[in-house]
């Protein structure tokens, strides 16, 4: 079992419509979670973080996260052009580690 | 949010030489990590970077092919030994300046063995 799993792509959304990013991983003691978004040719960029059960929400962006079923989500509300991108899953695996784990990324296009 | 500086950007290098990355960030920080990322795959750890001794490596990643130097606590360098075409990816070297709120990536060098 891998240690981030992100729902398969690629995502094709029309733009004004929300994109629904999902994301589970397999170690209950990690306490740290994350998305990053990577336009093509570019370094990942970090986009929201989220530590507790619950939404966090921040502009079109709301992560969303439950650890009793260890599943992290991400919203983009209002998508535009402009957010097709990859968003990669990062999980801080287990509660004193470091590192970070990587899901395989999912690949968002919104349709103008 | 640091600011990392890496280079080179991108190199094209015969196969059995070696290339040196260089990671230089703007404020001193504990945590400095290695990622690899093969076309149109997601991030790889290769190692953790620690300042003053050996780096950490990950399953699969050894000292001999991918040595790190981290002499102080802004700057690192990695160095891909005895190049094959497999080794082409992009290399990127990342920051964790505090261990909860995210980690920073640099500019990343895409590397192409030829």
């Known amino acids: 079992q891998k240690e981030v799993e992100q729902n398969s792509g690629p995502l094709s959304v029309p733009e004004g419509a929300i994109a629904s990013l999902n994301c589970t991983y397999s170690?209950?003691?990690?306490?740290?979670f994350f998305w990053y978004r990577q336009y093509s040719g570019k370094s990942p960029e970090l986009i929201m973080s989220?530590?507790?059960?619950g939404d966090k929400e921040d502009g079109r962006f709301t992560a969303q996260l439950n650890k009793a079923s260890q599943y992290v989500s991400l919203l983009i509300r209002d998508s535009q052009p402009s957010d097709s991108a990859t968003y990669l899953c990062a999980v801080k695996i287990g509660s004193n580690d470091y590192k970070l784990s990587f899901g395989a990324g999912t690949t968002v296009t919104v349709r103008a | 949010s640091a600011v990392i500086s890496q280079k080179p950007s991108r190199d094209i290098c015969q196969r059995g030489t070696s290339l040196t990355i260089q990671c230089q960030v703007d404020s001193q920080v504990t945590m400095m990590f290695w990622y690899r990322q093969q076309p149109g795959q997601s991030l790889t750890l290769i190692a953790t970077?620690?300042?003053?001794?050996?780096?950490?490596?990950e399953s699969g990643f050894v000292i001999d092919k991918f040595p790190i130097s981290r002499p102080n606590l802004t700057f690192s360098t990695l160095t891909v030994s005895n190049m094959s075409p497999e080794d082409s990816s992009i290399y990127l070297c990342?920051?964790?300046?505090?261990?909860?709120?995210?980690?920073?990536f640099g500019s990343g060098t895409r590397l192409t063995v030829v």
């Open positions: 970077a620690n300042q003053g001794s050996e780096a950490t490596y």
């Open positions: 170690d209950r003691g990690s306490q740290s």
């Open positions: 990342s920051v964790a300046e505090d261990g909860n709120y995210g980690y920073t």
């Open positions: 989220i530590y507790s059960n």
